[in-house]
């Protein structure tokens, strides 16, 4: 089992940036954790979860949802278990709670729809003000 522990969210301006961190422990020698696809997804109030960005298991394959294509970018450290989420030109509409998870590769991943993915971060709080 995965641990995930997300960190970074904060209060920001709109047009600001923040880079929010996903640190993996548990059976996360670099071995495992660089073979696990991982995503961010994020959950706005009264609103469902919806998908952010993912990334394969060897950082070579990328997938956005198009609200944040050109301004967020999603990248892994497989030799410090941590996976990152640079945000820049935030928007009010960005406001949400952003959580990780994680999944074993899988054929054709990563993938965009959350029950692909089996563990899962308690999130962090990403507040933009306008």
């Known amino acids: 089992q995965v641990q995930l522990v997300e960190s970074g969210g904060r209060l920001v301006q709109a047009g600001g940036s923040l880079k929010l961190s996903c640190a993996a422990s548990?059976?996360?020698?670099?071995?495992?954790?660089?073979?696990?696809?991982m995503a961010w997804f994020r959950q706005a109030p009264g609103k469902e979860r919806e998908f952010v960005a993912a990334?394969?298991?060897?950082?070579?394959?990328?997938l956005y949802t198009d609200s944040v294509k050109g301004r967020f970018t999603i990248s892994r450290d497989n030799a410090k278990n941590t996976m990152y989420l640079q945000m820049n030109s935030l928007k009010p509409e960005d406001t949400a709670v952003y959580y990780c998870?994680?999944?074993?590769?899988?054929?054709?991943?990563?993938?965009?729809?959350?029950?692909?993915?089996?563990?899962w971060g308690q999130g962090t709080q990403v507040t933009v003000s306008s």
């Open positions: 548990g059976r996360t020698s670099s071995t495992y954790f660089s073979t696990y696809d």
């Open positions: 990334i394969s298991w060897n950082g070579r394959s990328t």
């Open positions: 998870a994680t999944t074993r590769a899988k054929v054709g991943g990563p993938y965009s729809y959350s029950n692909a993915y089996d563990s």
